[in-house]
T-cell receptor, first 109, second 118 residues
Framework: DQQVKQNSPSLSVQEGRISILNCDYT??????FLWYKKYPAEGPTFLIS?????DKNEDGRFTVFLNKSAKHLSLHIVPSQPGDSAVYFCAALLGRLYFGRGTQLTVWP | DAGVIQSPRHEVTEMGQEVTLRCKPI?????LFWYRQTMMRGLELLIYFNNNVPIDDSGMPEDRFSAKMPNASFSTLKIQPSEPRDSAVYFCASSLVKGALKMAGELFFGEGSRLTVL
């Protein structure tokens, strides 16, 4: 039973435009959320996180937004670059990390 | 600094054979996690250890799977006997967990072991 859901398996965006990756969760007790990025043949690497007491966290081109009432978070990448092409996993923390299934982002020139 | 080291990177075996995957966590980390990645289920937590003690093994699929952590610098995940449905990428990750088993959010993953069972 997936407590963290990424309903879009793939997203294709032109270079320079905004990429928006979405994530929904079911458990209101989650207290911390993270995004991981994964390139082929590599392990996932931590990208950005947000505490449940905040609604926005920004790090360079990456911004994560949290809407607790909707149990929804999103990752914005502006501007998108070809090197951002990867699988992005959303994760939520409650004693342990619960991962979504991932979204494959492709940024084309 | 060396990251999480996994071996083998690739394993092809026949159904019924024993498979052993190995992991060396980052020095100083006190928690170790085994994940399995498949297209259908994404990243699934199989088991995690804190200070070498298994804390949560509820994700281990069945008795064919076992994991050990004999010391702070080494862990194994064993599948015996292996089946074609075990084919997946298996990741090991480590973290520094502070406090009473309160898990830190950031995990450091190895590069994974791709298992193919024919």
């Amino acid at each position: 039973d997936q407590q963290v859901k990424q309903n879009s398996p793939s997203l294709s965006v032109q270079e320079g435009r905004i990429s928006i990756l979405n994530c929904d969760y079911t458990n209101s007790m989650f207290d911390y959320f993270l995004w991981y990025k994964k390139y082929p043949a590599e392990g996932p690497t931590f990208l950005i996180s947000i505490s449940s007491i905040k609604d926005k966290n920004e790090d360079g081109r990456f911004t994560v937004f949290l809407n607790k009432s909707a149990k929804h978070l999103s990752l914005h990448i502006v501007p998108s670059q070809p090197g951002d092409s990867a699988v992005y996993f959303c994760a939520a923390l409650l004693g342990r990390l619960y991962f979504g299934r991932g979204t494959q982002l492709t940024v084309w020139p | 600094d060396a990251g999480v080291i996994q071996s083998p990177r690739h394993e092809v075996t026949e159904m019924g054979q024993e498979v052993t995957l190995r992991c060396k966590p980052i020095s100083g980390h006190n928690s170790l996690f085994w994940y399995r990645q498949t297209m259908m289920r994404g990243l699934e937590l199989l088991i995690y250890f804190n200070n070498n003690v298994p804390i949560d093994d509820s994700g281990m699929p069945e008795d064919r799977f076992s994991a050990k952590m004999p010391n702070a610098s080494f862990s194994t995940l064993k599948i015996q006997p292996s089946e074609p449905r075990d084919s997946a990428v298996y990741f090991c990750a480590s973290s520094l967990v502070k406090g009473a088993l309160k898990m830190a959010g950031e995990l450091f993953f190895g590069e994974g072991s791709r298992l193919t069972v024919l």
